[in-house]
Every structure is written in C-alpha cells, then in structure tokens.
C-alpha cells in the first residue's frame, strides 16, 4: 500500500533556505501528516506558524527522525554529515541542501528538469546541488540534449541571501552606513569563518566561500564538478568565476556556452520557452531580459539575451537569472519531495 | 621653441568625468598656463575651484576654443561631433572621451601603457577608449607582447558612475528608498534616452547603452572593437556581457583570455607586477584581490584571481578592477595630455 500522507521534518527551519522550505510545504499543499521543525540548540524555542498552527522548533539531534519519512536539510554541511546518516537509520529519505553529500558517488545529485531519473537511485540521501548550479543547469538542459555542450565559462552575480540571514542583514546595514556617511565595519562576507572581511554594500567580491589549492574558490569548484555529475558527462568543460554582489535575492549568471554542432538561434528560444521551468524573457527591443528583482520570489529560472558568440560559431552566449533560495534551494529540494511522494 | 605652458579647455566640466578631470590637472600640477571650464547653457555660470581660483563655467560653443592648445571632452558624443572640430580649426589638439571618434580610422584610439605611439599620428583629434576597455587593456598588455593573445570573454561588473552624476544620484536614492521600505520608481538606468527603466538598487542589469542589430549592446560592441584597434589587431577575437551593478566608483571584470603560447602563471604574475599602471593583489590565502571599493579614487588597473583555466591549457581566468572615472575616463585623457605636454 502506497503513503498518502508524510511525516516531514525540515532541519534547518529557521535559517534563509529553511523558510522558504516551509513556505513552499504550505503553498504547494504537500501531503504532509506530521511536520517537524529542528533547528541548532540556539533556535530551538523558536515558534513558527504553519498552515494556520504554531509549530515549536526543536533543537535536531540523532533520534530526532523516529517516524520521519522525508527529512529536508539546510543546516550546514556538517550538521547533515553528522544528522543525516541518522534520519536514514531511521527510515527517511534525506534530500540535502548542503555541499556534503553532492559529490558522493553513492548519492544522486538531482535537479529535476535534468536528471529526476536519478531520484530513486538513492540509498537514503539525496542531493540538492549548489544554488548557482542548480538554475545554470536547468537553462541548459535543452541545449545539452538537442546540441551537446561542450564548454561553459561562466562569471557569477550572486546575490547575499546565498551566505544566510547573517549577511542580508550585514548588507542592508552596511548600505545604510555609507548613504548616512559612516564608516563600515564588515564582520560576515566573504566567508563567515575566514578572518578577512570585506565590504559588500556597493562592491563587487570575487570570492564565495573558500579558496581550492588551484586558485578557484570552493563555489567556483562546485559549479564545475557538480554541472558534470548532474549532466552525468565528465566530457563537460566549466570553468567559472563566482562573485558576490549587493543583491538579496536572485542569482544572475552570464554563460558562455559551447555546443557540439552547429545550432539556430531562434531554435534555441524555441527550445527554452517549452522547457520546464524555464521562462525566457529576451526582447532587446523593449530592454526586456531577466533580473534579479524579476526573479525574486518566484520558482522559475529567467533566461534571456540569447545571442550568437562572436569569437566561435558554435557558440552562443544568455544570461540566466534565478531565485538562489527558491529554484537554487528550497523549491529544487521541495520539488524533489514532490516527486518522491507522487510515487508514494 | 617648444611650449611649457598650455592653455587647457576642459568640455564638459560640470559631470562625472570633468570634475575628476580637474583635479587631476591641479593634483598632477599639469603646466597650465590658461584653464578654460565648458559646459552646457544649463550649467554655465557654475563656479569651480582650481588651484585655490574660483573659475566661471562659460557655455561651451564653436568659438570657446580660440587660443586653446588642449582640450579635453566629456561632454557626449553628440557635443564632441559638434565642437571638437570647432576645436581643432582653432588649433587646438582634442582628447575625447566620448565615443564619437573612437572608430574613425583617422582618429587615433589610446591607452598610453599600450599604445601611446599612436597619439602622435593625431590629425587633431585623439580618442579616449570606453572605460570597461581601457582597464581590460591595460592589464592584458604584458600578455599579449610575451605570449600573444588569440581570445577574450568578458564580463562587466560596472559601477553606476559611468552613467554620469544623475545615475549615482538614482542609485543612492532608490537604494535608500529600498531599505526604507518604499516604492522605487527608475527614471535614468539603463539609458537615460530609452522609454524602459530598471531598478539598480540590489540589483544586476545586463544592459549598457543601446542594442545593436546583433543582440549585443553598443557597450559590449565597443569593447569588441576598441581592442582591436588599441592593439592593432584584428586577429583578437572578443565577446563581452556588459552588466550595470550597484556599485558607485570602480568597474570589475571577469576576463578570460586565451594566449597564442603556453604560459607559466607566475611568470604571467611578474610580468603584471612590473607592467606601468598595473598592481598586482593576488594572495588568496590571505583573502587578497582587488575590489572596487579598494580601487576608487586610484589612477592604477588593479589585478588579482590569477588561475589557470580549467577547460583550454593556454587559458587563464583573471579578474580586473579600476576606478571607471580615473583610469576609465580622466586618468586616461590627462595621461595622454602629460605625454603631449611633455614633447613640448
């Protein structure tokens, strides 16, 4: 007999990507029974309103998944390291928002519109790949099955609410300090456990979270290795350049994309505007292309200046523009659920 | 006899770009013996201060230049087509910063630590470059003398500057409105002359001057463009993003450049530290690269986030920041008068 009705736990709840999780719980009227709420020691406590009721958070802990059937993460990399494997011995299917599992062989790292096929390979933990990634890939899926892509460069536009709460609140009140004239005082980004802060109202930071040994940042490895194992084509080339800029909500990314054969541009709109999940809105005539502040709160990915490359003829360039906390995480790991509980 | 002192007009004295001008002529101390301040009829009679002297702006028209050994334009294009050869008919030599002559192959286009030969071919006229391609030129110049380059892909992160005084003003104004809580109603960006506008407050607009007939903006063109001529190479293949971000002072790049050789990144690091008007801050491990908010109010093109390219062996991937209204704009122009100056 299939399930009708979930027990679901969210870890994380009271975090940027865990809000919006329950939101879209609430919204899309997931078949839920139970809804559980964790959070660190620090949040427990906190009461949260679902569908009409108070929910009172509970601080995560290794028996915190008795009868959960789908446990959603976004709490960091380590508290899913050290909680996840727990809500398995459990019973429950993890869907991770975090960088812990992603790279797993044993653990699927699904976006949907790409690969959902790989959802029920699991063996109790499902990835939600990197919020940059996530609406990257999900704009080139057509081009990668009508073309085949060869190479990607991509230069991020990304916006705070991708580094938490924290630095949302560090950008608004950096913007205020300088248009009343006062000095700045930075003590989040680039990374909140890296000694060396910058500004990031009114500047530009190329760096998201860790420096590699190959002089790529941590978020510019993920880009790379995770569009491969979403593909599933090692033969991608990507390489990338992730930036933070005084945005709140919406990633834009500005994508060079090489394809195996030659291809029409008009094709390419065609193939995008039919695509699930991917709304085009290019029309330079009337200086229509995405935004950050279009994105914003919808679950959508936004891709427009669709245009020939002029230095290679299999080449085309678009700027892609998404929610980071919505399709680069919340909706991504909601929409996962969705289709787990779909199957019953 | 060679001249030591020069009668200077400067075009456009009350905007973004004048004003900068200005001070570098005082802060430089360039050997002036007359200084002549032109603006529009709507700014004439703005009183400004050089060297300790109040100086009256006089309504620019075709006979402001008589007696003017050097004038420097930051007016528009549509105020240097009229005037500079009012200028030039009046002996005057015309550094303009607009992009009304950029392409005239009569015109020479220069970046002094590139090609500063050229600005002795002059038939009265030499053309500043646009500001996101002076400091990309700059900086790839030491690449493309050792190793040549075959490639570029850009993408801009541009501050609001480089749209004049009213597009800082509607940005530090909407950002205010923003954290406020109020409405926000765009009346500048992107272009001041077209019906559409965008919020640039928390926000990322891949739009900068008009559409061409190809998908690319005039923007993005001139960077195509403009670097092949300043190199004299038409070989180099180019393709450019050109993004406005919320940022006042200082345009940041994501550049990608393939050389026609292999190179070896710390002989690319040393080549760049010891190039004129390049610094080189580039120590991840230290958090160190450039940053707008690090290059504003400086002369220099500041470099960092030197890596090789993970998808072509002769690639790297660099990231390029400098002030857009000194190096961009004024720095370049009275470098360029300097070097007049100094042949007397």
Redesign the interface.
Known sequence: MSKTKWNVAVVGATGAVGEQIIGLLEKRDFPIDKLKLLSSARSAGTVLRFKGQDIIVEEAGPDSFEGIDIALFSAGGDVSKVLAPHAVRHGAICIDNTNAFRMDPDTPLVVPEVNEEKIFEHHGIIANPNCSTIQMVAALKPLYDRYGIS???V?T?QAVSGAGTKAINEM?RQ??EV?EGNEVKPDIL??GS???K??IA??????IDK?QD???TLEEMKM?RETKKIFGDDSI???A?C?R????YGH?E?V?VELKQDYNLEEVSALLAKAPGVQVVDD??????????MAAGKNDVFV?????????ERAL?M?IVSDNLLKGAAWNAVQIAEIIAAKG
Request: net charge positive.
């Open positions: 190479r990607i460069i230069s536009y608004l913007s205020k248009l680039p990374v890296l000694p060396v910058h500004q009114f500047n530009a930071i190329p760096q420096f190959n002089g790529y790379i080339e990507v390489t350049t930036v800029i005084p945005v709140v834009s500005s060079y330079p005539a009337n200086q229509g292309y995405p935004l950050a502040t427009g200046r669709l245009r020939r490359d002029l230095t290679h360039n700027w």
